[in-house]
């Protein structure tokens, strides 16, 4: 499952990144406490970076659907039975006491030394801040403490999507401070609050939380822009701006933001100009089709040679692998887009789509095509074949990315080329910009 979570995840996100792995214990019983804003695409997620074996929970009304309760069970999946399912009469058809069942085979799971997955806010969906936290991990907890398992830590992690709906966008895992269960000696209904709102605690740490979505948009964008403007003119082997730089910058601006409130009215003013310039800015790059990235770039000879000579060998030898990874991948890929994008009530439905069903036609199609291809040449050149798919897939996704950036950068190089002007008074803005980014935040309390 974890090597099909990781094909799925690299083939619809560009990037996931994590920070903080060496948190995570290394043989003790671990709660992974998560906060869950994609659907099943934050199973794999914790799937793909967890190094040891570990039980999910999932909410028992999955189980009513044939099909996926059947796979859900194959694979070990626990059913939990939330408030609303038992009190809706009997939404996930079974009674509530069925939980000390499932209770059961998780702390059986953690005295082996697992790992146990759980969504302590008990709902998925597009929420700009955590949802209020439910009760069951702390129980959870103290109940697989009491029947003797030694040594357990709930370990919060969370995860931030820049565009969870968006193929080809970025994923950043960051896991918290464990929690130490021995340190709570007691497990009465006080000590489960407490235990909850350390975890709520936990979570807010390592997540995004603001009041609206809209500002959670309006901070998220400032926070791209900010990122790319200190990161100069990197290679185009290298992607934009990690997004854990991003997030870093997002909390900087938060905490600006709240102190710039009570600042006097010249740093307000000041703020509100830097904005109006940065706004101007970036309507001067759109219009010339610029990346921030770009800017700063040289427009000598030797270095537009340089980027050809560079990148040549990378587009001859790669270009025919990532035409064949795209040949044999362009139909299933976009079927699974379509079917994904007919219809949806929350961003976290597309992602989780694409990628279900884009496993099933891509499986459905290496069958039909390999088939093809065994009939027409034989066994041996459909195995190649068969190999040479998932290979030239990655290809595909990596030197498309690659090409485009290139192209973009040969694109500015003439363009500055021919307007020199162009590029020294975008040059000249952006140090204003930087010079400015820092001194607001200085004059805020607070170093960038």
Do not use: C
């Not at 009997?90 to 069925?98: K, Q, S, Y």
């Not at 040949?327 to 789509?353: C, G, Q």
């Not at 290809?395 to 003439?414: C, K």
């Amino acid at each position: 499952m974890r090597a099909i979570a990781g094909v799925a995840l690299r083939w619809f996100y560009a990037r996931v990144d994590v920070d903080g792995l060496e948190r995570i214990p290394a043989r003790s019983p671990v709660l992974l406490a998560v906060n869950h804003p994609n659907s099943l695409v934050d199973a794999l997620v914790i799937g793909l970076i967890f190094p040891r074996r570990m039980a999910l929970t999932a909410k028992a009304p999955l189980f009513n659907n044939p099909v996926v309760g059947a796979f859900l069970r194959a694979v070990g999946v626990v059913p939990l039975i939330r408030a609303r399912d038992a009190g809706a009469g009997g939404a996930a058809g079974v009674d509530a006491r069925r939980n000390e069942q499932a209770f059961n085979a998780l702390n059986s799971a953690l005295a082996r030394g697992r790992g146990v997955l759980i969504f302590p806010e008990g709902i998925t969906g597009d929420h700009p801040s955590l949802a209020p936290l439910r009760t069951g991990a702390a129980r959870l907890a103290f109940q697989a403490r009491d029947s003797g398992v030694r040594d357990l830590y709930v370990l919060p992690i969370g995860l931030t999507f820049e565009r969870k709906d968006a193929p080809r966008s970025r994923v950043f895992v960051q896991v918290g401070d464990p929690i130490d269960i021995a340190e709570w000696p007691t497990s009465d209904p006080t000590a489960v609050a407490a235990l909850t709102a350390r975890i709520d605690q936990g979570l807010r740490a390592v997540t995004l939380n603001f009041p609206t979505v809209e500002d959670a948009a309006r901070a998220s964008t400032l926070a791209s822009t900010l990122a790319r403007l200190f990161r100069g003119a990197p290679p185009v082997s290298q992607p934009h701006a990690p997004l854990e730089e991003q997030v870093e910058i997002t909390r900087r601006i938060e905490d600006v933001r709240s102190r710039l409130t009570s600042a006097p009215s010249a740093i307000q003013r000041r703020t509100d100009e830097f904005l109006s310039r940065l706004s101007r800015f970036n309507d001067t790059l759109a219009r010339h089709d610029l990346a921030i990235e770009d800017v700063e770039i040289a427009i000598d000879v030797p270095s537009g040679a340089r980027l050809v000579v560079r990148e040549s060998p990378v587009v001859l030898i790669a270009g025919p692998f990532a035409a064949w990874g795209w040949l044999n991948h362009v139909l299933p890929f976009n079927l699974a887009r379509v079917i994904a994008m007919r219809s949806f009530e929350s961003a976290a439905d597309p992602a989780m789509r694409t990628i279900v069903s884009g496993l099933g036609l891509v499986l459905l199609f290496y069958v039909m095509q390999g088939a093809l291809v065994w009939w027409l040449f034989g066994g041996i050149a459909a195995a190649v074949y068969w190999i040479s798919l998932p290979v030239t897939a990655d290809v595909n996704f990596y030197l498309r990315a690659r090409l485009s950036r290139v192209i973009r950068r040969a694109r500015t190089y003439f363009l500055f080329r021919r307007q020199p002007a162009l590029q020294s008074q975008l040059r000249t803005e952006l140090e204003w910009l930087k010079a400015e980014a820092a001194a607001i935040a200085a004059d805020a309390s607070f170093s960038v």
